[in-house]
């Protein structure tokens, strides 16, 4: 039976340096930097859409410790499948807030015009697999993924992302089996939004028993705990032992006393450890606050994709008959706009000012997809 | 030339393709020692290994998922189905996430899959392994459908799905594999997604056939030409895309359609064709369009030669449309 999740942040330093993972001062200190942008980004993103500026955010906040920590443990080459609400990681793998809030606001500048929800964007080359509004599907891509890679022979590992629902999937189940048998080097990240103490959800960990995969199980609230048991198991994976489970344990109630906010508990190890002060945090936060508002300035400023950009990459080649569809839409006299959602304003370009409160209000969960 | 069934048209063009390309890999729940439950791939799992030959847990949509990763990565997966009926379990994946992956992720992947599924009644396989999904499948952006109904021609279209970076199903016809015999040249010649072939030209009547609803048509062509009508019989081959202009081309020069396939009647791909035809060739029309299809029914076990479409029954289309 799983017992409490792992846990390595404490206030006490020689506590946590006895049981944490080995990371610098300024190792420690970029952890919290990316943890603080990614909340800046969703707060941003989130009044935003409140706004009427975006489309549906599904938002993020509150995992910020899994979605860094994770993202920490992974290296170069490494595979991401993410699910929908991992966009923390594809800042860490390389993407820019920039390409962040174009995808967001769907425009021009967009790596796929606009296509898809905001909060979905890809990267290249398998740091960021773009991923689909579906629940629990990438997780046999990862598999598959995994698979191919230890046939050609790559020393590196994949990470699939999702959430406690997904692992009601049967995908689920198939992914896990299938990588097991195979020795695929796939790490399997469960994100589980906890609803607290006596909620009846079961581990994933304990769900998943019947499957030939190490299991483990960790307080997503902290960033060390996550990054140290998904370094190990990525370790282990690109190493030829086997696909891991990981379920890191999200307490998405933060800030009602029933859970913490995991920004916080790491801001208390660090100062504890005498490398974190206000000035800092202010200097950090108001950084973080500039770069997102720059982004976020010229998102709204671009204008929206080409009308023609809609028949683009559904084929390698597009057949006549798309062709021929492309060019009856380019005669006729239209402008594009971009449409946010059923109310939403269209025009991306001329969107008005939106408070940005900074707070995280309401925002619409759908918990454990 | 050598002359071969479709069955070994499959397997030697699939051969060939797996020796010239080393990503290829072929994935299947049945693709082990047996060679699937046709016999298509027999002797591939000695021949390449458990590396190049990956048998999979009996989840089809399983192995639909896993082949994208497969595929994300760099590999080209040939994944074949026990029967096209699988398609089914895995329909979210093929329809979701294989057909959109390009799409989704701006160009960045691709997904250049080609699922083997051996469809169609005919072989007293039962309601639930005869589909024919190709309207189910033709109209998924960004997926082709290819059907073939002769050995050159599953060659050919094989071997543009292997060569191309699109996900491709190719429906195998379970009656024709073994029934279906011709001469495949020894050159490496492909055949283009979209392009239909002329079996046999007339100026009478159009008729448009493909994959296991072709013998039917042959036969009532020949028939038909006894009776003195002479018939321009299609076979389109490729689904998605789709000819157009060979079938627009066609029925403005005899005016008369049939369409003759072995999905059911409602909502089949049939109905597309007429819907083009009455977009681009209403004009030309001198009688309405007929489909020759099967009715609107799974197909049963006992009764499944009465319920599939066969020469019989296009024959009488043909004289409706000829002598309306």
Same mark, same amino acid.
């Given at each position: ?299 709204? *400023? ?38 946010? *959602? ?28 | ?13 699939? %051969? ?20 699937? &439950? ?14 190049? =030959?990956?048998?999979? &847990? ?74 024919? &999904?190709?309207? %189910?499948?033709?109209?998924? &952006? ?14 050919? +279209? ?22 279906? =015999? ?54 389109? %081959? ?44 209403? +004009? ?41």
């Amino acid at each position: 039976m799983a017992g409490e999740p792992l846990t390595v942040l404490s206030d006490d330093v020689a506590t946590v340096e006895s049981r944490g993972p080995d990371l610098s001062d300024e190792g420690l200190r970029s952890l919290y930097d990316a943890m603080l942008l990614c909340r800046r980004v969703e707060e941003r993103a989130e009044a935003l859409h409140r706004g009427g500026e975006i489309g549906f955010w599904v938002s993020a906040a509150g995992s910020e410790a899994t979605t860094v920590g994770a993202a920490w443990a992974l290296e170069d080459g490494d595979w991401l499948f993410p699910s929908y609400r991992d966009r923390g990681m594809f800042l860490l793998r390389g993407g820019s807030l920039q390409a962040l809030f174009d995808q967001a606001f769907g425009n021009a500048a967009d790596a796929s015009r606009g296509r898809q929800l905001p909060g979905h964007p890809s990267l290249g080359g398998g740091r960021y697999v773009a991923p689909s509004g579906a629940v629990g599907s990438q997780i046999l891509h990862a598999a598959g993924c995994g698979i191919a890679m230890r046939l050609r022979g790559d020393p590196h590992a994949v990470l699939a992302c999702f959430g406690a629902g997904a692992a009601d999937q049967g995908d689920f189940h198939t992914g896990v089996g299938l990588a097991a048998a195979r020795r695929a080097p796939v790490v399997f990240l469960c994100q589980s939004r906890s609803q607290g103490p006596g909620s009846p959800d079961r581990p994933v960990v304990e769900r998943s028993a019947g499957h030939e995969v190490d299991r483990t199980r960790v307080d997503g609230g902290d960033v060390l705990a996550v990054y140290q048991a998904v370094a190990e198991a990525r370790a282990q994976a690109a190493a030829g032992g086997g696909p891991t489970l990981v379920e890191a344990v999200l307490s998405m109630l933060w800030g009602d006393g029933r859970g913490q906010d995991p920004l916080e508990r790491l801001r208390v190890y660090l100062e504890e450890r005498g490398i974190w002060t206000p000035a800092w945090e202010d200097e950090r936060d108001g950084r973080a606050r500039e770069r997102i508002h720059a982004a976020v300035e010229q998102a709204r *400023g671009t204008g929206p994709p080409p009308p023609g950009s809609l028949f683009d990459d559904v084929w390698s080649v597009p057949p006549s008959g798309l062709r021929r569809q492309r060019d009856r839409l380019a005669g006729e006299d239209r402008e594009a706009t971009i449409r946010h *959602g059923a109310d939403g304003e269209a025009g991306a370009a001329d969107g008005g000012a939106v408070a940005d409160d900074g707070g995280t209000g309401t925002v619409v969960e759908e918990e454990n997809r | 030339m050598s002359t071969m069934t479709l069955l070994e048209a499959v397997r030697v063009g699939l %051969r060939a393709e797996m020796e010239r390309d080393d990503r290829i890999v072929l994935v299947g729940e049945d693709v082990g020692a047996s060679g699937g &439950p046709f016999g298509v791939v027999e002797g591939f799992l000695e021949d390449f290994g458990e590396d190049r =030959v990956i048998r999979t &847990p009996l989840a089809d949509g399983g192995a639909m998922g896993a082949v994208i990763g497969m595929a994300t990565y760099g590999l080209r997966p040939v994944l074949e189905l026990a029967f096209a009926d699988a398609l089914g379990p895995g329909f979210d994946q093929v329809a979701s996430e294989m057909a959109r992956l390009r799409y989704r992720s701006g160009g960045q992947y691709g997904c250049p899959v080609l699922i083997r599924a051996p469809c169609g009644g005919g072989l007293g396989g039962g309601p639930d392994q005869s589909l024919e &999904p190709e309207a %189910r499948l033709a109209g998924i &952006p960004g997926l082709a459908v290819v059907a073939p109904s002769s050995p050159p021609d599953a060659v050919g +279209l094989l071997r543009t799905a292997l060569r191309g970076d699109d996900p491709v199903v190719m429906l195998e016809p379970q009656s024709l594999y073994r029934s279906s =015999v011709g001469e495949v040249a020894e050159d490496d010649f492909t055949i283009p997604l979209g392009e239909g072939r002329t079996l046999r030209q007339g100026d009478d009547v159009t008729l448009l056939a493909w994959g296991g609803a072709v013998p039917a048509a042959v036969e009532a062509a020949d028939a038909a030409a006894e009776r003195g009508m002479e018939v321009d019989l299609l076979d389109l %081959r490729s689904l998605a895309p789709l000819d157009t202009e060979a079938v627009v081309e066609s029925v403005r020069r005899t005016g008369r359609l049939v369409i003759t396939h072995r999905g059911s009647t409602t909502c089949g791909l049939g109905a597309e064709l007429a819907a083009l035809v009455a977009e681009r060739a209403l +004009l030309w029309l001198e009688a309405p369009v007929v489909r020759v299809a099967a009715p609107d029914t799974p197909v049963p076990y006992a009764l499944e030669e009465t319920c599939l479409p066969d020469r019989d029954r296009v024959l009488e289309g043909i004289e409706r449309v000829a002598n309306f």
